[in-house]
């Protein structure tokens, strides 16, 4: 491709929008354009790119046995009420009506659709097992689109979806998928950690995550380098770990805390660490109210916390008139004892003693209380969120805490749709039963973000070479001297030849310019033509290198392909 001709509309300043690194160079290097919050244009190199993960998503997909179709983004309501998560999905699904005032949405996940596409065409036993999938836009109204194409309103996602007749068959369908996501995510270049994760709103058993290590990333990862274990914040387990308390045989005793609201003011009020305070926080959970406590210097898991309860849409903090509804104080002086709500108790508090806890009355505390004496819980169980420096639930050494990006998720759904939508088969002895699903995601768009999070310098973008835009470029330095134009032409003319996708940097910019958008949109390596052409010698620079080197134009040309089909 000439640069003459190519729609790269590169910018030098840093868009005001954009937050993240990868966000930034996708603008600054003209690979996307946005139209709103949450959705973009992709420009010819972002579209490139993005078809190349595409294809390698798809090879990997074919080769583990997947077969691909495609759906439609416009999706009959019906399926998901039969699911159930027409609700579920509350605000995030993008709803409309028809002319005929029948309900749709646009495509948040297909779940529902490839069942019911299973149970219309499948017709024997036999033609099990099979796994579908499909590359295809997404579509889910976030309530905060940031970071580009991180997390954005419309998508472009690889769901597929594994039918089975039994459970020892899910589990080689999901270790298939497992071992094609590993080459894919090694193919795209990308350095990801697979953990445990919660199945969410998607449902089922196992589930796992394959994350890209970022400090941008959206989601916790904890994770143990003695013994490989590793899992998101919302599946990790905390082992209960005791702090040092009051001892000694007390009566709970009402403290004035007067304009005292948070742990941090009680510890300097009252003199006491944070882990001698149990905080209650007041959740709304379906159409119920629940306290749950754990320790002053902790935090809620609020994904734990959900599952533990049960609720089949969102857990919410409860509404400050509610709070004041059902503790009788304002925000911030909760506790247990008296409360007529559920109380779910994570194990750290059950191992305290003669603690801190609001009295339920503005401006009080209770010091001195102890469960099963001055209140009983509902529950006791995990319900934090891990922290840097807890014991390993497999090993017992530190765990170690990372941000990640999520770029694939594959769950063992079970029976769940399967079970919503009557989709069952006769066996050979003509028993009904019911086929065994499995689910499983790629971020393709994110996975773009995910690879220049990863992959950049202070000048821009380094592609990796399997999904850089172009694999080579070809640069004249003075494009007002014919030798240097003649020789870039040729260079470019015998890499086309080769099968090298190169591109030549024939417009009439300064050399300086050239550099700064060869370095912005990361072409991988690069022959510059200068002044020394005329002697046959050209210079060489791959892009992850400071170094460039002198060679002939023929050792230049075996270079680039050679570096190319030992990266590619």
Request: with cysteine; charged share 30%.
């Amino acid at each position: 491709m000439r640069m003459s001709k190519l729609l790269m509309p590169t910018l030098r300043e840093v868009p005001a929008e954009a937050e993240i690194t990868s966000h930034k160079l996708m603008l600054r290097a003209g690979l996307i354009k946005k139209l709103a919050a949450g959705i973009y244009s992709y420009l010819p190199l972002g579209l490139r790119t993005l078809k190349k993960v595409e294809q390698i998503v798809r090879e990997e997909m074919d080769n583990a046995g997947a077969q691909e179709l495609i759906m439609s983004a416009l999706l009959p309501a019906e399926a998901y009420q039969a699911s159930g998560r027409w609700e579920v999905f509350g605000p995030s699904m993008f709803k409309l009506k028809d002319r005929n005032d029948r309900d749709f949405c646009l495509g948040p996940t297909h779940e529902e659709l490839f069942t019911q596409t299973v149970i219309d065409c499948v017709r024997s036993y036999k033609e099990y097992p099979m796994t579908l999938y499909q590359i295809q836009n997404k579509y889910r109204d976030e309530g905060r689109p940031r970071f580009g194409i991180i997390r954005s309103r419309e998508f472009v996602m690889k769901d597929a979806y594994s039918f089975d007749l039994t459970e020892e068959g899910l589990d080689e369908s999901y270790k298939k998928m497992y071992e094609a996501y590993c080459r894919i995510f090694n193919r795209l270049g990308l350095d990801f950690t697979i953990v445990d994760a919660d199945s969410g709103a998607m449902g089922g058993s196992g589930s796992q995550e394959f994350m890209v290590k970022s400090p941008v990333g959206e989601d916790g990862i904890a994770y143990c380098d003695g013994c490989g274990y590793a899992a998101n914040y919302e599946k990790a387990e905390c082992i209960p770990q005791a702090a040092e308390s009051v001892e000694g045989d007390f009566d709970i005793e009402k403290i004035h805390t007067p304009n005292v609201h948070t742990i941090e003011e009680l510890v300097e009020f009252m003199g006491a660490k944070a882990y001698n305070f149990a905080k209650t926080i007041i959740y709304k959970a379906d159409d119920k109210y629940v306290a749950a406590m754990v320790r002053g210097d902790r935090e809620v898991n609020e994904v734990k916390l959900k599952n533990l309860v049960g609720c089949i849409d969102d857990l919410e903090l409860a509404e400050p008139f509610m709070v004041r509804q059902i503790t009788n104080a304002e925000v911030g002086f909760a506790g247990p004892v008296g409360l007529d709500i559920p109380i779910y108790v994570d194990k750290e508090v059950e191992m305290m003693k003669n603690f801190i806890v609001g009295a339920n009355e503005t401006d009080m505390h209770y010091k001195n209380v102890n469960i099963n004496k001055d209140f009983t819980p509902t529950v006791v169980a995990d319900i934090r969120v891990i922290e840097e420096g807890d014991v390993c639930p497999k090993c017992g050494k530190k765990i170690k805490t990372a941000q990640g990006i999520e770029v694939g998720h594959i769950f063992k759904l079970g029976t769940k749709y399967s079970d919503a939508l009557g989709l069952k088969y006769l066996d050979e002895d003509g028993k009904s039963k019911t086929v065994i699903m499995g689910c499983y995601g790629i971020g393709v768009t994110r996975c773009l973000a995910a690879a220049i999070e990863q992959n950049n310098d202070e000048n821009g973008i380094i592609w990796p070479v399997s999904i850089a835009p172009y694999q080579a470029m070809v640069i004249p330095v003075n494009s007002k001297v014919e030798e240097q134009v003649k020789t870039a032409e040729k260079i470019y003319k015998e890499l086309k030849a080769q099968g090298i996708e190169v591109l030549l940097d024939d417009r009439n910019e300064r050399a300086g310019v050239k550099f700064k958008d060869a370095d912005l949109i990361g072409i991988p390596v690069r022959i510059v033509v200068g002044k020394k052409c005329g002697e046959g010698i050209v210079e060489y620079k791959e892009r992850r290198s400071d170094a460039s080197e002198e060679k002939t134009i023929e050792n230049a040309i075996d270079s680039v392909v050679e570096f190319v089909k030992s990266n590619i």
